[in-house]
């Protein structure tokens, strides 16, 4: 053991605030004792808001950690892990077939190559700006279109806009590489998840859907390539809690082969920036493992519970309203949104945000100019008592 003189000795070199974190290092388990964030000058909080990438998402848990480590510490092949990995991920999820990929928009880049190039590699090296013998459009309703549709643009292709079914079928043609599908955007097209991917069949037209936010309910991982969708994109870091930089490709075998000849660790193509490690992959299928095995009804019942137990502190504070609510397909969980009469409770929504980012805890949390929302499946266990607290003193503050 270090003499508590000698340590005070070695401390005095350090420059300054430092010296404690510093002086951590020597411990046998660093990661245990030093404070990264808090090294960097950044603050941690309250996740109450939900899986946002800003916000970086989601917390792994401990077996997707361990695997990260495991990982970490040995080498493998690239391709092999991923073959291995695909057909497990595959098996699990009632597919033909998978792969691992660097998040969702990743997954639709490199299913959309897949799509282009089928199993010619040297089509892969054309895109995207030689788009020479490959086809050139994707169709999406425009209800469907979202910034995330810039990652089918990344592949060389053009956007086709219809709205209705009819504007679909006279848009197809001999240029037609694809039809592209917003799940979360179902209810807000007049073309359906069924009756658009009946279309695509009629036509021979591959057909992708982005469920990028989609779990839970759980039933939505063999949902979509059980209906018909040729490709089905995940956000590996949202509700499976796998590695924020990790997503699911799902679907046809011919296609996820194909998706593959644009994925690291060949170079010259559309996805080498879009490398997914060793760590990465195991970790993608231990976390989609472990969320499989869970109890969902009751993680549902707890999230009710939390959330209720945030109504209650909120609503009783004068002229203030709630609203539970769980949104129909994307980010499908328990939610609250609060509002207020702001002659009596003096502080905007934006006030309130603010006031809890800045207190201690840090909680943060979403909404516009209107209400302050809150969801509580991305907290830790407990954390819903400080954010109730904490709720109830900002609104009785204002
Ligand atoms: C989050 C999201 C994406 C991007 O997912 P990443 O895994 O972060 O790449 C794509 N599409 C939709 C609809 C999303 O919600």
Same mark, same amino acid.
């Given at each position: 053991m270090i003499k508590r003189r000698e340590l005070l000795r070695g401390l005095s070199t350090i420059p300054f605030i430092g010296a404690f974190t510093i002086g951590a290092?020597?411990?046998?388990?660093p990661s245990a004792s030093r404070n990264y964030f808090q090294e960097l000058g950044l603050r941690s909080y309250i996740n109450a808001a939900g899986t946002y990438t800003a916000l970086t998402a989601s917390l792994m848990p401990p077996e997707a950690r361990a695997a990260w480590n495991y990982a970490s510490q040995q080498y493998v092949k690239l391709d092999d892990l991923q073959d291995r990995a695909g057909e497990r991920i595959a098996e699990l999820l009632q597919c033909e077939a998978a792969t691992v990929t660097a998040g969702a928009a990743s997954a639709i880049t490199l299913g959309t190559a897949g799509v282009l190039t089928g199993l010619d590699p040297k089509k892969a090296v054309q895109i995207p700006n030689d788009m020479t013998g490959l086809k050139t459009e994707v169709i999406l309703q425009k209800s469907h279109r979202?910034?995330?549709?810039h990652a089918i643009r990344n592949c060389g292709v053009n956007i086709v806009e219809v709205e209705t079914a009819a504007e679909l079928e006279s848009a197809?043609?001999?240029?037609?590489?694809m039809l592209w599908f917003l799940n979360a955007a179902n209810f807000e097209g007049q073309i359906r998840d069924d009756e658009y991917v009946r279309i695509a069949k009629k036509h021979d037209i591959p057909c992708m859907n982005d469920?990028?936010?989609?779990?839970?309910?759980?039933e939505n991982l063999w949902k979509y390539t059980k209906m018909g969708f040729d490709l089905v994109c995940f956000s +590996?870091?949202?509700?499976?809690?796998?590695?924020?930089s990790a997503g699911l490709l799902l679907g046809r075998k011919d296609l996820i082969a194909a998706a593959r000849l644009s994925a690291a660790p060949r170079g010259n193509t559309v996805g080498r920036g879009m490398k997914v490690n060793k760590e990465e992959i195991l970790c993608m299928l231990i976390a989609l493992e472990i969320y499989l095995e869970r109890d969902h009804a009751k993680d549902w019942a707890l999230w009710e519970h939390q959330i209720d137990l945030i109504h209650q502190a909120a609503s009783s504070v004068d002229g203030v309203e709630t609203e539970i609510h769980v949104p129909a397909v994307a980010n499908h969980v328990p939610s609250i949104r609060i509002r207020w009469d702001e002659a009596k409770v003096k502080i905007t929504p934006d006030e309130a945000r603010q006031a809890l980012r800045e207190g201690h805890p840090s909680i943060e949390t979403v909404g516009g100019a209107e209400s302050l929302d809150i969801t509580?499946?991305?907290?830790?266990? +407990?954390?819903e008592r400080i954010v109730a607290r904490r709720v109830r003193e900002v609104l009785q503050q204002g």
């Open positions: 290092k020597a411990t046998s388990n979202v910034g995330y549709d197809i043609s001999d240029k037609t590489a469920c990028a936010a989609d779990v839970p309910p759980v +590996g870091g949202k509700g499976m809690r796998g590695p924020q509580t499946w991305m907290m830790n266990e +407990g954390e």
